[in-house]
């Protein structure tokens, strides 16, 4: 069975730095960007700890073909992507969060 996966855009408080990446499980991924566990990382370095943009797909494959491409993307297009879901740039962590623990209480 395809284990399912999510690609990401993170920001910083600024909002001058995109960095995209690509996870098999995104509450966990954000925490660590947020904690900075992985030290001397670009989002280490750059503060990039605010996720504003997310998308979930079947398998990690869809989701990694999906990085690749929102990579080669230039900054204004990568930017008209977030704002057709999250025109304010407001961190979207918490939502995560909230979902994540919903799901649970219905399992």
């Known amino acids: 069975m395809a284990k399912g996966g999510c690609i990401y855009i993170l920001t910083n408080k600024h909002k001058?730095?995109?960095?995209?990446g690509v996870t098999s499980d995104l509450l966990t991924r954000i925490w660590q960007h947020k904690n900075h566990v992985y030290?001397?990382?670009?989002?280490?370095?750059?503060?990039?700890?605010?996720?504003?943009?997310?998308?979930?797909?079947?398998?990690?494959?869809?989701?990694?073909?999906?990085?690749?491409q929102l990579k080669k993307?230039?900054?204004t297009k990568k930017e008209n992507l977030i704002n057709t879901k999250?025109?304010?740039?407001?961190?979207?962590?918490?939502?995560?969060?909230n979902d994540n623990y919903s799901l649970l209480d219905q399992g």
């Open 16 to 20: 001058n730095v995109l960095y995209i």
């Open 73 to 75: 993307w230039n900054r």
């Open 39 to 68: 030290k001397n990382s670009f989002t280490d370095k750059y503060n990039a700890e605010y996720l504003v943009y997310y998308e979930v797909f079947e398998s990690i494959e869809a989701a990694i073909e999906r990085e690749k």
């Open 86 to 97: 999250n025109k304010a740039w407001r961190d979207l962590y918490d939502e995560i969060v």
